[in-house]
């Protein structure tokens, strides 16, 4: 006896409904090393056009982050894309080595750096760097990105410094590079410069105070009793002052109260009468701030001249608009007291203790100094008011404790000389997305120039020498030899060697009559040595330069960007990118920022532990990167789903090939049916639109459109309609070779397009296809994606396959509806009748579509006449349902009149009864 069932052409595959990706994935990525696989897919694209996107350092130190995860994914994906998609793509990571936080490791582990040598310590910080070096690569990794992981690039390299020393070379010889004793911000917790890229900001609350300077010599321009009010939220730094800045073009008034007379901008006379309380006051005299020029006043509690000059820095948004000045702690400050010839005087120490300049105070930390002052300015009658408030103040992003404007000697880039270059080299770059072109620009337009001195002992030594007489000794010739020295040896030598030892041999100097020679002890800005991976990573490997592209978190707009436009622009005259593009910041779930204090920080491991890496990345596919984006166990939870549903048709797809050759079996486009050519068509314009947003970036339009397509076009449409032909029908029939062969060309394109996002389920996927002698590679990452071919019947395909479709949908509306009713259970079950007219009632009469098939229905009839009263009308037609005549088939379980009609096979229908003979006899 027949078993109906055992004759079903089932699906077959070993291909796991469940991807187990925390346990398999490993595996998967110790296959990938076993084959050396970023090594085969470079031999294989030898010789194709080169795209560069050049990888932007993390810092060596601690677990990697979510935000991480992003960054590292979104490179993977796009040098993926690449690859499979006509170029070559060599992909070189790399990390940020020096710096104040390895040296805060250190001493947080019991290192007592003062204990030793600069040299051993130098030398102990390299090793912690390896070795978080070595934890960031497992788990970066484990995230499944493919690079040069056993030779990536590491600032602390030897090569690397050396390019680094040859940049600052370049940057001197053109006269970028100067030594100046100007305001810079300072961490008294860091003891060190910083610069802008180092700074975030916090609120804190800060003294506000008004203060009264007296008239020493008042150039008979105003009453000589009068006094100048300024107002500051920094008393510490009146120790300081030497000047009171006023706008040359503001009027400014005389003010007469009832005990005294004050100058203040005529235009903020009320609000600071309001707010020092005035009760009754009178304006008695008006003089332009210009005719104020070089009047002197009084420091209210030293012995010392305060100078009146003038400044376009002056505004009257805030305070009295008389502003006072300390040259050594601000930026206005120190431009327009050099013009006016006053010294730059800045009487805090390292750790921000006042020196002996400031009498009175002197060994006082700066902060602690603002009561003694205002109690100060108060014995003397200076303190015309006293009120605190809460603003944003400028704080150290490594100790997390305030900074401060202080003047010292620091080596400065100009950024000034140049500064039309680097703005037009911003303007020649390709933003994604676009508002970055305005934000760099801006940030460009309006920086000083770069401090890049660096009082710390572990980084990158300033290769300047300083002869007897002070001068400092950068020359062609040291550069050269520095850099050799550095390349041989390390920068480590700086610190092992006399100045004399590290000097070309036979060096001489005017300055140095006596051969004597010291060295500059400071070290180079961290930004300084990834600003140079242009030159210590694609110059020095011959890899393609500019790069193509940059891509980091929108605050390096102000980092990496920033530093490496300005060292490229200076050695040579333009960007070393081509494009850059930027991601926002990872939140939690309810959109706050992630911080350990909270508790709400996602950990990309645990989430790999729990979901896997595939998950992860999936994720990163399906956000809008370009804004700050949001992650929760939840959202992962539904990202898993979509997962799941992308896997399980893999698995169904595969199943339906499992006896399809495509080389043998395969039916040509023109003899497909037209169902199949439409959804071949869709195929076409999915991956028209998958190619288009990968090249452009946008993974969340490669998401949405894969995922649409798999629940709408396979799942809900075609794969539902497949089983009928695909199961039921013999193997070479010709409409299950048709649906075949586009079931297998849907497949092979999802899975090479999806390999950007989820490798190890698409390469696990191959394997199979591999095993089953479909496909050569060894591997989907050594293939390309397929190109979009195009028939010349797509349009009219759409246009009617999109009304046949509608039709559809009405047609599974009212099955719904009359399972609901009970008239029928499966829709197997059911007879359809459409009532349609015109165009529709033609369309639905077409001899070559099995309507019935595509309802998945056993029977289906269209009729012109008028509906009964009982049909239920729809959007496009009215339909009844009722139950089909006939008997169900034992096999392929659809109601006809012909069960029983075949006396050998009395249990199924006249169709399966002619398979089962044909073939199964």
Same mark, same amino acid.
């Given at each position: 006896?027949?078993?109906?069932?055992?004759?079903?052409?089932?699906?077959?595959?070993?291909?796991?409904?469940?991807?187990?990706?925390?346990?398999?994935?490993?595996?998967?990525?110790?296959?990938?090393?076993?084959?050396?696989?970023?090594?085969?897919?470079?031999?294989?694209?030898?010789?194709?056009?080169?795209?560069?996107?050049?990888?932007?350092?993390?810092?060596?130190?601690?677990?990697?982050?979510?935000?991480?995860?992003?960054?590292?994914?979104?490179?993977?994906?796009?040098?993926?894309?690449?690859?499979?998609?006509?170029?070559?793509?060599?992909?070189?990571?790399?990390?940020?080595?020096?710096?104040?936080?390895?040296?805060?490791?250190?001493?947080?582990?019991?290192?007592?750096?003062?204990?030793?040598?600069?040299?051993?310590?130098?030398?102990?910080?390299?090793?912690?760097?390896?070795?978080?070096?070595?934890?960031?690569?497992?788990?970066?990794?484990?995230?499944?990105?493919?690079?040069?992981?056993?030779?990536?690039?590491?600032?602390?390299?030897?090569?690397?410094?050396?390019?680094?020393?040859?940049?600052?070379?370049?940057?001197?010889?053109?006269?970028?590079?100067?030594?100046?004793?100007?305001?810079?911000?300072?961490?008294?917790?860091?003891?060190?410069?910083?610069?802008?890229?180092?700074?975030?900001?916090?609120?804190?609350?800060?003294?506000?105070?008004?203060?009264?300077?007296?008239?020493?010599?008042?150039?008979?321009?105003?009453?000589?009793?009068?006094?100048?009010?300024?107002?500051?939220?920094?008393?510490?730094?009146?120790?300081?002052?030497?000047?009171?800045?006023?706008?040359?073009?503001?009027?400014?008034?005389?003010?007469?109260?009832?005990?005294?007379?004050?100058?203040?901008?005529?235009?903020?006379?009320?609000?600071?009468?309001?707010?020092?309380?005035?009760?009754?006051?009178?304006?008695?005299?008006?003089?332009?701030?210009?005719?104020?020029?070089?009047?002197?006043?009084?420091?209210?509690?030293?012995?010392?001249?305060?100078?009146?000059?003038?400044?376009?820095?002056?505004?009257?948004?805030?305070?009295?608009?008389?502003?006072?000045?300390?040259?050594?702690?601000?930026?206005?400050?120190?431009?327009?007291?050099?013009?006016?010839?006053?010294?730059?005087?800045?009487?805090?120490?390292?750790?921000?203790?006042?020196?002996?300049?400031?009498?009175?105070?002197?060994?006082?930390?700066?902060?602690?100094?603002?009561?003694?002052?205002?109690?100060?300015?108060?014995?003397?009658?200076?303190?015309?008011?006293?009120?605190?408030?809460?603003?944003?103040?400028?704080?150290?992003?490594?100790?997390?404790?305030?900074?401060?404007?202080?003047?010292?000697?620091?080596?400065?880039?100009?950024?000034?000389?140049?500064?039309?270059?680097?703005?037009?080299?911003?303007?020649?770059?390709?933003?994604?997305?676009?508002?970055?072109?305005?934000?760099?620009?801006?940030?460009?337009?309006?920086?000083?120039?770069?401090?890049?001195?660096?009082?710390?002992?572990?980084?990158?030594?300033?290769?300047?020498?300083?002869?007897?007489?002070?001068?400092?000794?950068?020359?062609?010739?040291?550069?050269?030899?520095?850099?050799?020295?550095?390349?041989?040896?390390?920068?480590? @030598?700086?610190?092992?060697?006399?100045? &004399?030892? !590290? /000097?070309?041999? %036979? #060096?001489?100097?005017? +300055?140095?009559?006596?051969?004597?020679?010291?060295?500059?002890?400071?070290?180079?800005?961290?930004?300084?040595?990834?600003?140079?991976?242009?030159?210590?990573?694609?110059?020095?490997?011959?890899?393609?330069?500019?790069?193509?592209?940059?891509?980091?978190?929108?605050?390096?707009?102000?980092?990496?960007?920033?530093?490496?436009?300005?060292?490229?622009?200076? @050695?040579?005259?333009?960007?070393?990118? &081509?494009? !850059? /593009?930027?991601? %926002? #910041?990872?939140?939690? +779930?309810?959109?706050?920022?992630?911080?350990?204090?909270?508790?709400?920080?996602?950990?990309?491991?645990?989430?790999?532990?729990?979901?896997?890496?595939?998950?992860?990345?999936?994720?990163?596919?399906?956000?809008?990167?370009?804004?700050?984006?949001?992650?929760?166990?939840?959202?992962?939870?539904?990202?898993?789903?979509?997962?799941?549903?992308?896997?399980?048709?893999?698995?169904?797809?595969?199943?339906?090939?499992?006896?399809?050759?495509?080389?043998?079996?395969?039916?040509?486009?023109?003899?497909?049916?037209?169902?199949?050519?439409?959804?071949?068509?869709?195929?076409?314009?999915?991956?028209?639109?998958?190619?288009?947003?990968?090249?452009?970036?946008?993974?969340?339009?490669?998401?949405?459109?894969?995922?649409?397509?798999?629940?709408?076009?396979?799942?809900?449409?075609?794969?539902?309609?497949?089983?009928?032909?695909?199961?039921?029908?013999?193997?070479?029939?010709?409409?299950?070779?048709?649906?075949?062969?586009?079931?297998?060309?849907?497949?092979?394109?999802?899975?090479?397009?999806?390999?950007?996002?989820?490798?190890?389920?698409?390469?696990?996927?191959?394997?199979?296809?591999?095993?089953?002698?479909?496909?050569?590679?060894?591997?989907?990452?050594?293939?390309?994606?397929?190109?979009?071919?195009?028939?010349?019947?797509?349009?009219?395909?759409?246009?009617?396959?999109?009304?046949?479709?509608?039709?559809?949908?009405?047609?599974?509306?009212?099955?719904?509806?009359?399972?609901?009713?009970?008239?029928?259970?499966?829709?197997?079950?059911?007879?359809?009748?459409?009532?349609?007219?015109?165009?529709?009632?033609?369309?639905?009469?077409?001899?070559?579509?099995?309507?019935?098939?595509?309802?998945?229905?056993?029977?289906?009839?269209?009729?012109?006449?008028?509906?009964?009263?009982?049909?239920?009308?729809?959007?496009?037609?009215?339909?009844?349902?009722?139950?089909?005549?006939?008997?169900?088939?034992?096999?392929?379980?659809?109601?006809?009149?012909?069960?029983?009609?075949?006396?050998?096979?009395?249990?199924?229908?006249?169709?399966?009864?002619?398979?089962?003979?044909?073939?199964?006899?």
């Amino acid at each position: 006896m027949v078993e109906y069932k055992d004759t079903l052409l089932m699906p077959k595959t070993d291909f796991p409904m469940r991807g187990n990706l925390p346990a398999n994935e490993p595996k998967m990525q110790e296959k990938w090393d076993g084959m050396n696989i970023n090594q085969l897919q470079l031999e294989r694209t030898k010789g194709r056009p080169e795209f560069m996107l050049h990888d932007g350092p993390p810092y060596a130190n601690g677990d990697i982050h979510i935000g991480h995860a992003l960054n590292k994914v979104l490179k993977d994906m796009i040098t993926r894309h690449r690859s499979m998609t006509g170029y070559y793509v060599e992909y070189v990571p790399g990390w940020d080595t020096h710096g104040l936080p390895i040296e805060q490791a250190l001493t947080n582990k019991g290192v007592k750096r003062k204990e030793m040598s600069i040299a051993e310590f130098r030398q102990l910080c390299e090793e912690y760097a390896y070795e978080q070096i070595d934890n960031q690569r497992a788990q970066f990794r484990r995230l499944g990105v493919r690079g040069d992981w056993e030779n990536p690039y590491i600032t602390l390299k030897p090569a690397f410094e050396a390019r680094q020393i040859e940049v600052f070379g370049r940057m001197a010889e053109k006269g970028y590079i100067y030594k100046g004793l100007k305001p810079v911000y300072w961490s008294p917790s860091s003891e060190s410069a910083l610069a802008e890229a180092e700074i975030e900001y916090k609120d804190v609350k800060s003294p506000s105070i008004y203060v009264s300077f007296a008239i020493k010599d008042a150039k008979g321009v105003v009453p000589a009793d009068a006094k100048f009010i300024i107002w500051t939220t920094t008393p510490w730094t009146l120790p300081a002052n030497l000047g009171i800045s006023v706008n040359p073009e503001f009027v400014y008034a005389v003010v007469e109260t009832a005990t005294k007379k004050f100058i203040i901008a005529k235009e903020l006379v009320e609000t600071v009468a309001t707010t020092l309380g005035w009760e009754t006051y009178e304006v008695v005299q008006e003089v332009k701030g210009e005719a104020l020029d070089r009047i002197v006043a009084q420091h209210p509690f030293y012995d010392r001249d305060s100078l009146v000059m003038v400044g376009e820095h002056v505004t009257a948004e805030a305070g009295t608009g008389c502003v006072h000045t300390a040259p050594g702690h601000g930026e206005d400050d120190y431009q327009v007291s050099k013009l006016y010839g006053l010294p730059i005087l800045s009487p805090v120490d390292n750790s921000g203790c006042y020196t002996d300049e400031a009498p009175g105070f002197e060994g006082v930390f700066y902060n602690d100094a603002n009561k003694l002052i205002t109690e100060k300015l108060a014995e003397v009658g200076a303190l015309e008011k006293l009120d605190f408030f809460t603003h944003s103040y400028p704080h150290d992003w490594r100790t997390k404790k305030p900074v401060i404007y202080r003047a010292t000697p620091q080596w400065f880039a100009s950024v000034d000389a140049f500064r039309d270059e680097l703005l037009a080299a911003v303007k020649e770059t390709e933003f994604t997305p676009a508002w970055g072109e305005t934000r760099l620009y801006n940030m460009i337009r309006d920086r000083g120039d770069w401090v890049i001195s660096r009082q710390r002992a572990w980084g990158v030594p300033i290769p300047i020498f300083y002869a007897e007489n002070g001068e400092p000794i950068i020359t062609p010739e040291t550069i050269a030899h520095i850099s050799k020295l550095f390349r041989e040896h390390g920068s480590n @030598i700086w610190f092992q060697k006399t100045a &004399k030892e !590290l /000097l070309p041999e %036979g #060096f001489t100097h005017a +300055g140095s009559p006596n051969g004597e020679f010291t060295k500059e002890n400071d070290i180079m800005d961290v930004w300084f040595d990834s600003g140079s991976s242009h030159q210590g990573v694609l110059v020095e490997r011959g890899m393609k330069y500019p790069a193509d592209l940059y891509l980091e978190g929108s605050d390096q707009h102000r980092g990496w960007f920033n530093s490496s436009l300005i060292t490229s622009v200076a @050695i040579n005259g333009y960007a070393p990118y &081509k494009g !850059l /593009l930027t991601h %926002g #910041f990872v939140l939690d +779930g309810e959109g706050r920022k992630m911080s350990k204090s909270l508790g709400n920080t996602i950990v990309p491991q645990k989430v790999m532990d729990q979901y896997g890496a595939d998950i992860l990345r999936l994720w990163v596919a399906s956000v809008d990167y370009t804004s700050d984006v949001r992650i929760s166990m939840d959202m992962l939870k539904q990202v898993s789903e979509v997962y799941r549903k992308i896997r399980n048709t893999f698995r169904f797809l595969h199943g339906n090939v499992a006896d399809f050759n495509p080389e043998a079996d395969r039916v040509a486009y023109a003899d497909l049916r037209e169902m199949d050519q439409y959804v071949y068509m869709r195929l076409q314009d999915v991956l028209k639109t998958v190619r288009a947003a990968y090249d452009r970036y946008d993974f969340a339009a490669v998401y949405h459109a894969v995922n649409n397509f798999v629940a709408v076009e396979l799942s809900s449409f075609y794969l539902d309609i497949a089983k009928d032909v695909v199961y039921i029908e013999g193997y070479d029939n010709k409409d299950r070779r048709a649906m075949q062969t586009v079931i297998y060309d849907t497949l092979l394109t999802l899975v090479k397009v999806m390999t950007p996002i989820i490798p190890h389920t698409t390469d696990e996927m191959w394997s199979y296809l591999h095993e089953q002698g479909v496909v050569e590679e060894d591997s989907v990452q050594l293939t390309d994606f397929p190109e979009v071919v195009e028939q010349a019947n797509y349009d009219a395909l759409r246009t009617k396959w999109t009304q046949i479709i509608e039709v559809r949908d009405d047609v599974l509306k009212a099955l719904e509806e009359a399972r609901n009713a009970k008239t029928i259970g499966k829709s197997l079950e059911a007879k359809v009748t459409v009532y349609a007219k015109d165009t529709i009632a033609t369309l639905l009469q077409d001899a070559n579509i099995d309507f019935a098939q595509l309802a998945i229905v056993s029977a289906f009839e269209v009729s012109t006449e008028e509906a009964p009263a009982h049909a239920l009308t729809l959007e496009h037609v009215a339909i009844v349902v009722e139950k089909a005549t006939g008997e169900k088939c034992e096999r392929c379980w659809s109601i006809s009149e012909t069960v029983g009609a075949n006396e050998a096979h009395p249990t199924v229908c006249s169709r399966c009864a002619s398979v089962v003979e044909n073939y199964y006899a």
